[in-house]
């Protein structure tokens, strides 16, 4: 599948985190998306209430990413017909979108599962309820989503005539890179995969729509 690639922009961070910022609004990257198979559900309940063809309610997904020498940012939007901001009810929870990179060898980390024992992946991860700090997570394989005891990624978040707005940020060098999240520099190149989640689908967990194969994300230099 065709590159991402993340432009280097000369502008101040607490601007790029802005998800009102018109730069936000040009050149952006539909990504579509899928259901989760319900054979990866872990839970008995969610194999025996849900079909596939109810999850993954958000089909198309725009993003956009840039940085400027020192952070690195990715903008979301996508439809959503009513913020879910919070866990309401057993069928209703809060909207949720993330981005995934493996810690090793994409070649050996399979994105449907999050990784292995041995491949692991890192994620960031935001939701309305985190307050715009989103949590970051590292996966070795199905179910098995821990979020780190830190996270330096700082967000800013709209939800505006139907459609989420949502921005994340951080440092381009990670805290514990290899152990917990990545190292990203101006002219490298990493996987990256995508997933978002309805709440009023009742979508959580693994419960959501996500991007099926690893695209690259090349930062420019």
Known sequence: MANITCKKVSAATKDLLDC???LWQTEKELIETAATPLA????????????EDKIGAVKKL?????????????????ESPQANM???DINVFADGVALLMPLKEIDKTPITEMGT????TTSWYWRPDFDDKPKNQVAHGLSTSLYT??????????????????????????????????DLAPGGKIGIGFA?????????????????????LVIEA
């Open 86 to 88: 919070k866990i309401q």
């Open 117 to 120: 024992k041995d491949f692991p």
């Open 20 to 22: 009102k910022n018109p």
């Open 196 to 216: 978002v989640w309805e709440g009023s689908n009742g979508e959580r967990g693994g419960v959501k729509a996500f991007s099926k194969e690893w695209r690259d």
């Open 40 to 51: 990866n559900q872990p839970s008995p309940y969610i194999k025996g209430v849900y079909s």
């Open 62 to 78: 725009w993003m956009k990413s840039v940085h400027n020498g020192e952070s690195i940012f990715f903008y979301f939007e996508w």
């Open 149 to 182: 005891e830190k996270s330096s990624i700082a967000a800013s978040s709209k939800w505006e005539n139907g459609k989420w707005h949502v921005v994340m940020g951080r440092t381009l060098k990670a805290n514990k890179p290899g152990e917990e999240t990545v």
